[in-house]
């Protein structure tokens, strides 16, 4: 099993290094802004690097909305970054299942969906060796990915494209999604898991909170069972990124954690 963490975007490879990461994910630019992918020094040095290399996407893409302002960027966007993370020899870039607003019906989320990838596609961005992968999202009534129902949905409007999926365990117990048998019920849905994001959570089960925590934090009832983490990654047969607080010492423990219980 590859295990490793999300680190920053400045040297991958020596945050790898720091953490003894089979696999690594980061940002291409500030997550936070509108931005295409930084250029980087680096790029040689990381495709011909035996770390597993996974980008994520950034926070501002919801390709879902019907937001114009939001909605037409974030095509652009996701566009450069899919670009951007298969010129470094990614594994697969990671974007949020994104949602609709209050008034809108859920189903137009799906549609726009659907128009992103076939954009996507006929830009020559989906590349199946760095296949966009789409994760599941805590909180929001009128999410996309955040309920396995609605997930399902989702994959009847893009599933044809060659997407990938992330499973954040986080999301999930926030989400109201039971980790016990998750894998079963995704691969059911997707036909596949790319990567877990293996998080603990700082709020209980369906509480709609994206608020990560380290795997061995558990302290209250409710909370995340670290060894049901090691069980859904053992499961998924998937490589697994901690995108937990505490920098190199906190990341470091939820990994050897990890490596100790599969």
Request: hydrophobic fraction near 40%; proline fraction near 5%.
């Amino acid at each position: 099993m590859l295990i490793g963490a999300h680190v920053d975007y400045e040297d991958p490879l020596a945050e790898a290094a720091a953490r003894n990461a089979d696999v690594i994910q980061f940002f291409l630019s500030d997550p936070q802004e509108w931005k295409p992918p930084v250029p980087r020094t680096d790029t040689a040095a990381i495709r011909d690097s035996e770390v597993q290399v996974f980008i994520h996407a950034p926070y501002r893409i919801n390709v879902a909305t019907t937001n114009n302002r939001i909605r037409i960027p974030s095509r652009k966007l996701l566009i450069q970054h899919a670009v951007g993370a298969a010129e470094i020899g990614a594994s697969g870039l990671i974007v949020h299942g994104g949602h609709v607003d209050k008034s809108d019906d859920l189903a137009t989320g799906f549609d726009n969906w659907r128009k992103a990838m076939q954009q996507a596609q006929d830009s020559g961005a989906l590349l199946p060796q760095t296949p966009i992968l789409i994760e599941n999202t805590a909180g929001g009534d009128n999410a996309c990915a955040r309920r396995f129902d609605n997930l399902a949905r989702l994959w009847d409007a893009v599933g044809d494209f060659g997407v990938g999926f992330c499973l954040d365990t986080c999301h999930a117990h926030a989400g109201g999604e039971d980790l016990l048998n998750i894998v079963d019920r995704v691969k059911a849905i997707t036909g596949r898991i790319d990567l877990i994001h293996a998080n603990g959570s700082r709020d209980g089960f369906d509480s709609g909170r994206d608020r990560h925590d380290n795997l061995t934090s558990k302290t209250e009832p409710g909370m995340i069972d670290p060894e049901l983490v090691a069980a859904v990654i053992s499961a998924s047969g998937a490589p697994a990124v901690v995108e937990t607080p505490g920098g190199v010492e906190g990341q470091s423990a939820d990994i050897a954690y990890l490596r100790a219980h599969l």
